[in-house]
């Protein structure tokens, strides 16, 4: 199974539904950054709440996250788009701790407590639309459930999950959004809060091979779902040899002369997907000759 989403409604209408599959998504970054169990827990369901809040994006528009709490991850970086498109590191990708008391791998002391979840979204207005909400728990989920309801006001609940394989591959992970909108009633919220005390874990859903579609019947139950769109979803990084040249230009003819003198070449590297772009010296004079 390729990783998707799908958005749709619920209820007549009254509650919007996001589910995603993610595994091969987050497997890339895996791969890419080299993370270790709880780093790729902790970036892995960052990206996945990345790419269903950027679904209800339009056009060209995007978004970033930026977490940091404080703890030994550092900080976890997150860019989507409304295409289906993201890319995420972590500051150390080598993070990982002994499971936490409920044998669990312990994403909370990764990410710390002491610090903001801050989400911009370029929807092309001259200035960005920038929220931002402390952390409050550190598991992720609760946070970008508070996110939603602090700073876009929008009763919602979050799940996201990442199973990691003993060799640190991606077994599962995925994620779901349930919204609830204006004017809905109460005995539908009570319901889909009895059910989410119900159901199996996100991450577990995808591990016994449950389709978002599947994963919202759980979450709202048989007959409820209404799907409007399905979109494809993958790990896209927009660095290109173009971009880094662009960037070593604007470090202007000083710094590139000095390039130029003492090593006769230059490699970038993208902190996003690790992808590195070597130039040498005749490049780097053409670049010189660019920055004059």
């Known amino acids: 199974m390729k990783d998707y989403l799908v958005k749709g409604l619920a209820y007549n209408g009254q509650v919007r539904i996001i589910a995603a599959r993610t595994v091969d998504t987050v497997g890339e970054a895996q791969h890419r950054h080299y993370t270790w169990p709880t780093a790729s827990a902790a970036l892995g369901r960052s990206m996945t709440f990345g790419v269903m809040l950027g ?47 409920i044998g669990k791998l312990d994403v909370r002391r990764a990410v710390g407590t002491d610090g903001m979840v801050t989400i911009s979204k370029d929807i092309g207005l001259q200035q960005p639309f920038v929220g931002q909400v402390p952390i409050i728990s550190g598991e992720l989920g609760e946070d970008f459930t508070y996110y939603l309801a602090q700073s876009e006001q929008i009763p919602s609940s979050v799940g996201v999950g990442v199973i990691v394989n003993p060799d640190n591959t991606i077994q599962a992970a995925g994620g779901f959004i349930i919204q609830a909108l204006p004017g809905t009633a109460v005995e539908i919220i009570e319901e889909i809060e009895k059910r989410l005390d119900r159901i199996p874990t996100i991450s577990a859903m995808v591990r016994d091979g449950l389709t978002p579609e599947e994963i919202l019947t759980m979450v709202v139950g048989e007959g409820n779902v209404k799907i409007l769109e399905t979109q494809e979803v993958l790990f896209q990084c927009t660095c290109s040899k173009d971009r880094s040249t662009k960037v070593l230009v604007s470090l202007g003819s000083a710094e590139l002369q000095d390039m130029i003198e003492t090593d006769g070449q230059a490699e970038t590297q993208c902190h996003f997907c690790n992808e590195t772009y070597q130039f040498n010296k005749s490049e780097l004079e053409a670049m010189l000759e660019q920055a004059v």
């Open 55 to 101: 679904s209800m994006l339009n056009n060209e528009d995007k978004l970033t996250i930026r977490i940091n709490g404080g703890g030994d991850l550092g900080t976890i970086l997150v860019d989507a788009n409304a295409n289906g498109k993201v890319r995420g590191y972590v500051t150390n990708p080598q993070t990982h701790f002994p499971l936490n008391s």
